[in-house]
């Protein structure tokens, strides 16, 4: 079974600053697919960015970028210019090859202070 | 306008009493999950279908049932063989991993269920 370990609960950055989430995982798949979700106060779950472990490049959506490193396991999220709106929960997710099952870390919470 | 609708958004329910979550989407996507989120916790998976009359269970499965009748709508029962069903329940839905590779999964906004 796989697991997902974001090992920092809660965070704290300043408006405008940058900020990385850490997430590791694991599995002994070759193939998988990885996701980082927010989930603001609303409780709303939304999509901010996804990665295929067969891809090598980082992928990037605007503000939002993730350092994936397949042989460490690692899949963290870096957060540029953070706008208050960033403040929510912050989950990251695994994904099997056979695409039927999600699994979730701990999450964590960040706080983007003005 | 698609998207996924889960109601009511807060449920109470006496103890013993069993209870069923609505949850439905016209993205017409193939697949459909349960989860449930306990408060400062991530996502656990309760159950999953990825089709018509089939569906299979999750991590946490027990006390829990589904049916899916209808490729739009996926409602869970929580019986009171659930030992602490307290908790916010999120419907999730994907389009299915033989049309997309990523197969994505899109959430509704989810019930608060208390057990008085």
């Known amino acids: 079974a796989q697991t997902v370990t974001q090992s920092q609960p809660e965070m704290s950055v300043q408006e405008a600053e940058t900020v990385t989430l850490s997430c590791t995982y694991d599995?002994?798949?070759?193939?998988?697919?990885l996701f980082w979700y927010k989930q603001p106060p609303s409780r709303q779950m939304i999509l901010v960015i996804r990665?295929?472990?067969?891809?090598?490049q980082n992928a990037t959506e605007n503000r939002f970028s993730v350092n994936f490193q397949k042989a460490a396991k690692s899949f963290s999220l870096k957060i540029s210019d953070s706008q208050l709106g960033d403040t929510a929960m912050y989950f990251c997710?695994?994904?099997?090859?056979?695409?039927?099952?999600?699994?979730f870390g701990g999450g964590t919470r960040l706080m983007v202070k003005p | 306008d698609g998207g996924i609708t889960q109601s009511p958004k807060y449920l109470f329910r006496k103890e013993g009493q069993n209870v069923t979550l609505s949850c439905e989407q016209n993205?017409?996507?193939?697949?459909m999950y349960w989860y449930r989120q306990d408060p400062g916790q991530g996502l656990r998976l309760i159950y999953y279908?990825?089709?018509?009359?089939?569906?299979q269970k999750g991590d946490i499965a027990e006390g829990y049932s589904v049916s899916r009748e209808k490729k739009e709508s996926f409602p869970l029962t929580v019986t009171s063989a659930q030992k602490n069903p307290t908790a916010f329940y999120l419907c999730?839905?994907?389009?299915?991993?033989?049309?997309?590779?990523?197969?994505?999964?899109?959430f509704g906004p989810g019930t608060r269920l208390t057990v008085l």
């Open positions: 279908s990825q089709i018509v009359n089939d569906f």
């Open positions: 997710a695994f994904m099997n090859n056979a695409g039927n099952m999600l699994t």
């Open positions: 999730a839905s994907s389009i299915g991993r033989r049309l997309h590779k990523y197969n994505e999964q899109f």
């Open positions: 993205l017409n996507h193939d697949a």
């Open positions: 990665q295929e472990a067969y891809k090598q």
């Open positions: 599995t002994s798949e070759n193939n998988y697919y």
